[in-house]
């Protein structure tokens, strides 16, 4: 089963608006970090959040983190139209390297 | 820094041909990655090379699929022979050499098998 499971599926906001976007996981995890997907394009990496940190910030992204929880959000402030994409947290669970996605979440700016 | 890139962006072939994705990481990055994304669901681990060994390939979906990385610098994946359901998007990523560290990604490569 999979690692990560993002909450919701889609989101459409309109420009200005706030975003925010969850992830759950199952097991440990050394890390979780957090991906945009332009449509077409590669993974662009946006914030990394360590198991021992609650949370952390980046421009406009605030991420928090609930290890007790299994589950993190990540926030986006002031959207705008550049910001649609979908969004995928990917955790590296604790004795390994490899990252563990989560299905996504797919973002629409309304302008 | 360049990032990592792949080639081809695009691969279209008919079920039983060949292919190979290649992947060429970030200089000096000794972690390489492969995942892939199948249409519809999420991004799965393929496999992890560390320099020129093969660290991690759990992810490996069977005996078809076939990486390599000669030399500890760019690496290639193989699809042999291709299956319908091997159609998706291939990600590479890299990353240095200490833990807990971002991968980078590249563009990916779309195969279609028809």
């Known amino acids: 089963s999979q690692q990560g499971e993002e909450d919701p599926q889609a989101l459409s906001i309109q420009e200005g608006e706030n975003a925010t976007m969850n992830c759950s996981y199952k097991?440990?995890?050394?890390?979780l970090q957090w991906y945009r997907q332009n449509s077409g394009r590669g993974l662009v990496h946006l914030i990394l959040i360590r198991s021992n940190e609650r949370e952390k910030h980046s421009g406009r992204l605030r991420v928090t983190l609930d290890t007790s929880k299994k589950s993190s959000s990540l926030l986006i402030t002031a959207s705008r139209a550049a910001d649609t994409a979908s969004y995928f947290c990917?955790?590296?669970?604790?004795?390994?390297?490899?990252?563990?996605f989560g299905q996504g979440t797919r973002l629409t700016i309304n302008p | 820094e360049a990032g990592v890139t792949q080639f081809p962006s695009h691969s279209v072939i008919e079920k039983g041909q060949t292919v190979t994705l290649r992947c060429d990481p970030i200089s000096g990055h000794d972690n390489l990655y492969w995942y892939r994304r199948v249409m519809g669901k999420e991004i799965k681990f393929l496999l992890h090379f560390v320099k020129e060994s093969k660290q991690d390939e759990s992810g490996m979906p069977n005996n078809r699929f076939l990486a390599e990385r000669t030399g500890g610098t760019y690496s290639t994946l193989k699809v042999q022979p291709a299956e319908l359901e091997d159609s998706g998007v291939y990600f590479c990523?890299?990353?240095?050499?200490?833990?807990?560290?971002?991968?980078?990604f590249g563009p990916g490569t779309r195969l279609t098998v028809l």
């Open positions: 990523a890299s990353s240095r050499s200490y833990r807990n560290n971002e991968q980078f």
């Open positions: 990917a955790t590296v669970i604790q004795g390994a390297q490899k990252l563990v």
């Open positions: 097991t440990s995890i050394n890390n």
